[in-house]
């Protein structure tokens, strides 16, 4: 079974601080793809990163960062020096090799960023 | 161009009205989407268009009628929906519905919030 869980419901921090949204996956497929999508008040999911299931390099883009560890089925994800334009809900989604690219969504993490 | 768009971004509509959601994207994507969200809830699939033929339908009901005219378009047809339909209906799209050669994230239009009263 897929499943994907973001055991935080809510965030909430004040700017500059940095903060970091755990996903924990399941599957048993080898081949898998996991997502990190922003949804800002406005509504448009906005793709961040992909990653595979061979690629287990962390990447960073700017403030963002994230860490994925198949040892413990976690994609996390890092902002630095957070923004209040950082305050959106965050989806982690997962996909496997042959569905279709039909996505696994999260439940979601809303991050407050406050001044 | 890494756009899809979506009109309208809002709809209110009656029971018994017949309206249409229109989505489109110019990124030569094979494989488009529809979703529907409520709100704290992350997104439906509720269909998916591989190269303009249904490929996915996730027991959708009948009241809900997706079509799609060409490749760069998709279109959700409503008639006599249901206060509980409202909710955020996203269309997205992806390179293809294949996952095998990467590449298959999908890129997500701004919504259309539907309000049926």
């Known amino acids: 079974a897929q499943k994907v869980t973001q055991a935080q419901t809510e965030i909430s921090v004040v700017e500059k601080e940095d903060v970091t949204l755990d996903c924990v996956y399941e599957t048993r497929d080898t081949t898998y793809y996991l997502f990190w999508y922003k949804q800002p008040p406005s509504g448009e999911l906005v793709f961040l990163i992909r990653?595979?299931?061979?690629?287990?390099q962390n990447e960073i883009s700017g403030r963002y960062s994230w860490n994925f560890q198949k040892s413990t089925s976690s994609f996390n994800f890092t902002i630095t020096a957070s923004q209040v334009v950082d305050s959106a809900v965050y989806f982690c989604?997962?996909?496997?090799?042959?569905?279709?690219?039909?996505?696994?969504f999260g439940s979601g993490t809303k991050l407050n960023v406050k001044p | 161009d890494t756009e899809v768009t979506q009109t309208p971004k809002h709809l209110v509509m009656g029971m018994t009205n017949k309206k249409s959601l229109k989505c489109e994207q110019h990124?030569?994507?094979?494989?488009m989407y529809w979703y529907k969200q409520k709100a704290k809830k992350p997104p439906e699939l509720m269909f998916v268009?591989?190269?303009?033929?249904?490929?996915i339908n996730e027991s959708v009901p009948s009241r809900f009628s997706p079509e799609c005219p060409n490749s760069s378009l998709l279109n959700l047809h409503l008639h006599a929906l249901q206060p509980e339909d409202s909710a955020l209906y996203l269309c997205a799209s992806s390179q293809s519905m294949s996952t095998s050669g990467g590449d298959n994230e999908q890129f997500f239009g701004p919504g259309t919030r539907l309000t049926v009263l």
């Open positions: 990653r595979n299931s061979f690629d287990e």
């Open positions: 989604a997962l996909n496997y090799l042959y569905n279709f690219n039909k996505f696994y």
């Open positions: 990124m030569g994507h094979r494989a």
């Open positions: 268009y591989s190269y303009e033929k249904l490929s």
